[in-house]
């Protein structure tokens, strides 16, 4: 079973601030993909990492893929009370079916004005 | 439009009962997905269709059936509710075949047992 590990559970930081939220597997993954889930509503994917040492933005979010394609980050820059949310990583299944994602347990993160 | 949807947003019930969350996608997409997310925010997938045909069922106790009498829908019954099963549970659906998989999930169904 492959397990994704993301650091930290919580963090609560304060306007302004930066952070890095971490993913990592000692197991390949063919890709991964960040989601970002506000109290009371589903998941939304914010990006997918595909290529080894890939680095992805998304305005103030930078996203990057390990060269050896088991672990990511997720950087953001000059965090607002907006990007409040649970952050979740997941991948593909081994055996490389795209059908079944396995996720991580994701981190809540906190954003005060 | 609302892409992915669930009714009943919220379900408080009994021990013992039975009870039916509904999805829908008008996204045209092949592949839905049952997934329940317990109070520590781990969210594991359950059951997966496509094309109305079963292909991933997670060790999920028998007391929960899948349904898809189309690819636009997906329910799952709950027989003999437990208290170990509250939790949310989302709808997903996906494009079959798109690589990485993106899924698009339902706002989800608070499911309390009391």
């Known amino acids: 079973t492959q397990l994704l590990e993301q650091s930290p559970q919580f963090l609560s930081i304060q306007e302004g601030e930066n952070l890095t939220v971490y993913c990592n597997s000692s197991?390949?993954?063919?890709?991964l993909q960040w989601y970002r889930q506000e109290p009371g509503e589903g998941p939304v994917l914010l990006v997918t990492?595909?290529?080894?040492?890939e680095v992805k933005k998304l305005k103030r979010l930078t996203f990057q893929f390990g060269d050896a394609r088991k672990d990511s980050s997720l950087h953001i820059t000059a965090a607002q009370p907006g990007d409040t949310g649970l952050y979740l990583c997941?991948?593909?299944?081994?055996?490389?079916?795209?059908?079944?994602?396995?996720f991580g347990k994701g981190t809540l993160l906190t954003v005060n004005p | 439009d609302t892409a992915v949807s669930q009714t009943p947003k919220y379900l408080v019930t009994q021990m013992g009962n039975d009870k039916s969350i509904k999805c829908e996608q008008n996204?045209?997409?092949?592949?839905m997905y049952w997934y329940k997310q317990d109070s520590k925010k781990f969210l594991k997938i359950m059951f997966s269709?496509?094309?109305?045909?079963?292909?991933i069922n997670e060790t999920v106790p028998n007391r929960f059936s899948p349904k898809s009498p189309d690819k636009a829908h997906l329910n799952l019954h709950i027989n003999s509710l437990e208290l170990g099963d509250s939790a949310v549970y989302f709808c997903?659906?996906?494009?079959?075949?798109?690589?990485?998989?993106?899924?698009?999930f339902g706002p989800g169904t608070r499911l309390t047992v009391t």
């Open positions: 996204l045209g997409h092949d592949t």
């Open positions: 197991s390949v993954f063919s890709s």
């Open positions: 997941a991948g593909p299944s081994s055996g490389g079916s795209n059908y079944k994602l396995t």
């Open positions: 997903a659906s996906s494009q079959a075949g798109t690589g990485g998989s993106k899924q698009y």
């Open positions: 269709y496509n094309n109305k045909e079963l292909i």
């Open positions: 990492v595909v290529t080894g040492g």
